[in-house]
């Protein structure tokens, strides 16, 4: 029973942040995520005049290596201008642990 709160305070805790990064990006913007369980978890930015989705793997959300410091260094890599770019056809969005290795070794 402990693994699976600790599971799901984990992927919760990567919501959080992908939430929090994706308001301070988009200011001005509705964001709506919702969990395409068991592929991925989908993140919603809409202004009125754009629309642009962030699609990310639900097993990195519970990965149990990916803790939040390393979420929070991997979302700086260019997510959003990411989505930008990838506009309407949405950014599926895969990063890996090697990726998220900061200088400071989080």
């Given at each position: 029973m402990a693994t699976l709160n600790n599971d799901v305070s984990r992927v919760?805790?990567?919501?959080?942040?992908?939430?929090?990064y994706l308001k301070k990006e988009f200011e001005q913007c509705s964001i709506v995520h919702q969990?395409?369980?068991?592929?991925?978890?989908?993140?919603?930015?809409?202004?009125?005049?754009?629309?642009?989705t962030l699609t990310i793997g639900w097993p990195l959300l519970a990965d149990r290596?990916?803790?939040?410091?390393?979420m929070d260094h991997a979302l700086q890599d260019h997510v959003a201008e990411q989505m930008r770019l990838h506009g309407a056809a949405g950014y599926h969005w895969t990063p890996t642990l090697?990726?998220?290795?900061?200088?400071?070794?989080?």
């Open positions: 919760e805790g990567h919501v959080e942040a992908i939430n929090d969990a395409d369980r068991p592929l991925t978890y989908t993140f919603t930015v809409e202004n009125g005049k754009k629309r642009l290596r990916f803790t939040r410091a390393r090697e990726d998220t290795n900061s200088p400071r070794g989080i």
